[in-house]
């Protein structure tokens, strides 16, 4: 694996980077397990037991925690294979398959902006397919990754022939 790309003869795999998913995983469910443990007592009474009232938000603390890593790792995991016939797409449960023949991809990047900062940037997918136009968000995917994947799914010249005998009358046909 190089940096979150799979290299497999005939096709190539795009996903984002496991280790960014499961730093930010951690420092969310540190930031909520931090907000539990001084939110919640405030709404739990006052007669209850210390440990009782402990041991309430240790389970929502672990609770939230786990909702959390199954939302980062499962949930929004995106997994792009391309294939010189067809690009397969999975998503959390959902699995969708595009011949490339009759398909066309395009790109959607959208910059954020809060009071004009730049707060983040939303690159998205789009498929063109049997007439209907379908919008995948690639969260966590880097600049990097999505270029790559685009240049695979759209490439500006055609591929290299395996074949140096079929390069060189391509080229003698010029």
Known sequence: MIDGVSVVSGERVFRRHPARAVVSAIL???????ATLFILPQFLPRRM??????????????????VVFVS???????????RPDRVEIGRA????????????FRSKITEHRTNGLRSGITRALIIENAGREITVELPGFTRATFNDLMATLNPIAPPAA???????????QL
Do not use: K, Q
């Open 28 to 34: 969310i469910s540190a930031a909520l397990s931090a």
């Open 93 to 104: 449960g959902n699995r969708e398959v595009y011949d490339r023949a009759t398909t066309a």
């Open 49 to 66: 037991d210390l440990s009782t009232r402990g041991m309430i938000v240790l389970a929502v603390a672990i609770a939230l925690t786990l």
């Open 72 to 82: 980062v790792l499962w949930l929004r995991n995106t997994r792009i294979v391309v």
């Open 162 to 172: 395996a074949d140096p005998v079929a390069a060189a009358r391509e080229r003698a």
